[in-house]
């Protein structure tokens, strides 16, 4: 999430109430999560476990709750809660905006675009030209929508991330400050779930077809003309690559990536990345061949045992 301006260090731990360590003027451009941070942006960390790769992250400015030497050219944001300023910080400047229409003033449809009824355009949404919305999509604030693109009945975009800390008097929730984007010629089937970005963006390019009832996680990246089938669910911060073919009830892991045109058999638990090029299938996941393989040899055991009994 970049800021509307530039601010300085000084002025962000003013909006947190928080000691920085850097000079007063250090410019700071934006906030993200660590694995799409840029220079110039604030990287929260609150675990000892990820102290190093957040200091030595892309990150301008660490928001930490430790004293630690500030790395050459970065400045520090010294937090008790870090989770809970990064929160501060993301409702000070994405804050919540009521909705007064069904299609908001703000929004910006595209010639020849055709919302049916009861369909919700939230506030600042962007759709392009000959897409075609049917009754009961929501599209929440800020999302992003290309041009010919279709989205059946029941599904939402823009949708909180599924992503809480744990404390000891119950879950406390990161808010979500990104958006969500369609590339041209996508198709979102009905009752799809789309969920924004944490700071930054869930993108669907262009091209990918979604077959109804899947679920797409935050800050997930699916790559050009892939083919997605029902009652799938990708998690958060995956990255699909392009012409990837996924068939019904697949679930994924978060973070790991699918190479380019490979196919994911039906009910496969995508566990790891895999390269692109293959066929998989399976929980764990393996090459679909292999697999198969050892199911026939699981089958033969009865026989085996039966022939060493005689």
């Keep these: 999430m970049r800021f509307p301006i530039t601010y300085t260090l000084k002025q962000i731990s003013e ?11 250090f410019p700071v451009l934006g906030m993200n999560e660590i694995h799409v941070i840029q220079e110039g942006e604030i990287v929260f960390v609150d675990h000892p ?7 030595k992250s892309k990150a301008s400015i660490v928001l930490i709750n430790k004293q630690v030497d500030c790395p050459e050219g970065k400045a520090l944001l010294i937090s008790d809660d870090p989770f809970n300023d990064f929160n501060k910080l993301t409702t000070f400047f994405k804050p919540f905006e009521k909705a007064t229409d069904l299609i908001s003033t703000s929004a910006k449809i595209g010639q020849g ?4 009824p009861n369909a919700f355009i939230g506030n600042n949404v962007s759709i392009g030209d000959n897409c075609l919305i049917h009754p009961n999509v929501s599209i929440y604030d800020n999302c992003v929508i290309g041009n010919n693109v279709i989205i059946h009945s029941g599904s939402v975009l823009g949708s909180d991330a599924f992503y809480y800390k744990n404390r000891p008097e119950g879950f406390d929730k990161l808010i979500s400050g990104g958006r969500v984007v369609l590339e041209d010629d996508v198709e979102l089937g009905s009752l799809c779930t789309i969920d924004k970005g944490v700071t930054g963006e869930t993108r669907i390019k ?3 077809k979604l077959d109804n009832q899947v679920h797409v996680g935050h800050d997930t990246v699916i790559g050009e003309k892939c083919l997605i089938a029902s009652q799938t669910g990708i998690a958060g911060c995956v990255i699909i690559e392009d012409e990837v073919t996924i068939w019904g009830q697949v679930g994924t892991n978060s973070g790991i990536t699918i190479g380019k045109k490979a196919v994911i058999m039906g009910q496969t638990g995508v566990t790891k990345s895999v390269p692109g090029g293959k066929s998989y299938f399976g929980t764990p996941i393996e090459e679909s061949r292999e697999k198969l393989k050892q199911l026939a040899y699981v089958k033969k055991i009865p026989f085996i045992l039966k022939k ?3």
Excluded: F, N
């Design 49 to 55: 476990k990820y102290y190093d790769k957040a200091l």
């Design 308 to 310: 060493l009994e005689e």
């Design 206 to 208: 262009k091209g990918t």
């Design 113 to 116: 675009t055709v919302i049916q």
């Design 15 to 25: 909006i947190i109430s928080c000691p920085y360590v850097g000079p007063d003027d």
